[in-house]
């Protein structure tokens, strides 16, 4: 994931801080031939095998197109799979949210009656946890355990600080089973990908993957390593493009979440830019206004203010893989954007140059 601090400061920066209305991008069929000279040269320029490209606008799906080879001599299509790394974390908070909304569970209730961890069952910081800590990254883990020996350790009071963590996932999503009585896979398929007809989407590896994957490829001559996870709450969900701008399209809408957790999926839990920070940015922006900048954690989603507009973000970096998505729920516009290659940020910035065109964002990715 992107240092969380600038790059956020500086999307929000992107977002309104050049002028009171974000850029536009060319119109559609503009785009579509731009993209078609451009992207192959990119490809070939940052050698990345394959990237997959969807655009919201007016609240829904414009269009979605595919460049580049799944894997060496096999052309990526729609219906190419792409592990989008942490792109799997909206996936599972709006699982969660939409049980919260039908009331199967609580974000505010404790969850060591159903689950605690056996590594920190000895701690009485565990009976703090509460899916809502988990959701918005304030667990006090480190982002995984084998930055800790293995072994799950608290490194502040959960609730005190904001701390990026994909162990939180992973916890949230066992509490969920345990308290539900049903996995996490068949939750996130009967409230999140049915609904939305999500059909090329899993957790799990599937027997329709056969012949769909794009395959990472990282720096040269390093080996891919192995993941020791069957399934993860934060990371390896195998997508297509349509299914996940679908997706965004959804969470944009508020579609199966209540009035109540909506509206609190666009607040932060602390502002995490510093009054420094803040007037750094406003200037870079060149701002001719009053300009106020925030950023912070919300559910499942990285919240980033300027003024009186918000927008919602999140990134993923595996080996070998760069994915995107940002959405603006007061503009109805939105960009998705999956790589399979280790220079996969950098055909992101290219993008994004074309559908968000602004240098400030440019230069933060």
């Avoid at 394959?50 to 299509?77: F, H, K, L």
């Avoid at 609730?159 to 969920?176: I, K, L, N, Q």
């Avoid at 939305?196 to 720096?219: C, E, H």
């Avoid at 009054?275 to 989603?301: F, I, N, Q």
Wanted: charged fraction near 20%; charge should be negative; proline fraction near 7%.
């Amino acid at each position: 994931m992107r240092n969380l601090l600038p790059v956020a400061l500086a999307i929000v920066c992107v977002a309104s801080c050049q002028a009171q209305t974000a850029p536009k991008p060319p119109a559609k069929s503009e785009i579509k031939l731009i993209l078609d000279q451009n992207v192959p040269q990119w490809l070939k320029k940052y050698d990345v095998p394959s990237v997959a490209i969807g655009y919201i606008e007016n609240g829904e799906v414009a269009w979605t197109a595919v460049y580049g080879e799944q894997s060496p001599g096999v052309p990526a299509n729609e219906k190419t799979l792409y592990n989008i790394a942490s792109l799997t974390k909206p996936i599972s908070a709006e699982t969660i949210l939409r049980l919260a909304s039908e009331g199967k569970l609580s974000l505010d209730e404790p969850m060591f009656p159903y689950w605690v961890d056996p590594d920190v069952k000895d701690n009485p910081w565990s009976k703090l946890l509460t899916p809502r800590l988990c959701l918005s990254h304030q667990t006090g883990f480190k982002n995984w355990r084998y930055l800790t020996n293995d072994v799950l350790k608290f490194e502040w009071e959960p609730g005190t600080r904001t701390g990026y963590s994909g162990e939180g996932y992973e916890y949230v999503a066992r509490f969920t089973e345990k308290k539900t009585g049903k996995s996490f896979v068949d939750l996130a398929q009967q409230y999140v990908f049915d609904p939305i007809g999500m059909k090329d989407t899993s957790y799990i590896a599937r027997a329709w993957f056969a012949g769909r994957l794009a395959v990472p490829q990282g720096p040269k001559g390093e080996a891919e390593p192995k993941s020791h996870l069957a399934w993860s709450a934060a990371d390896l969900v195998r997508t297509t493009i349509g299914d996940y701008s679908k997706f965004v399209v959804s969470v944009m809408h508020n579609e199966r979440v209540s009035k109540e957790l909506a509206a609190q999926r666009l607040i932060m839990t602390r502002n995490l830019a510093t009054p420094d920070e803040e007037k750094k940015v406003c200037a870079e922006g060149k701002s001719d206004g009053p300009c106020t900048v925030s950023v912070g954690m919300g559910l499942g989603w990285e919240v980033l203010k300027h003024n009186d507009e918000t927008i919602l973000d999140h990134d993923g970096s595996d080996w070998g893989v760069h994915t995107l998505a940002f959405f603006i729920p007061k503009k109805q516009v939105g960009v998705v954007i999956f790589t399979n290659g280790d220079n996969g940020s950098k055909v992101i910035h290219e993008i994004v140059g074309l559908l968000y065109p602004d240098p400030v964002y440019l230069a933060t990715l």
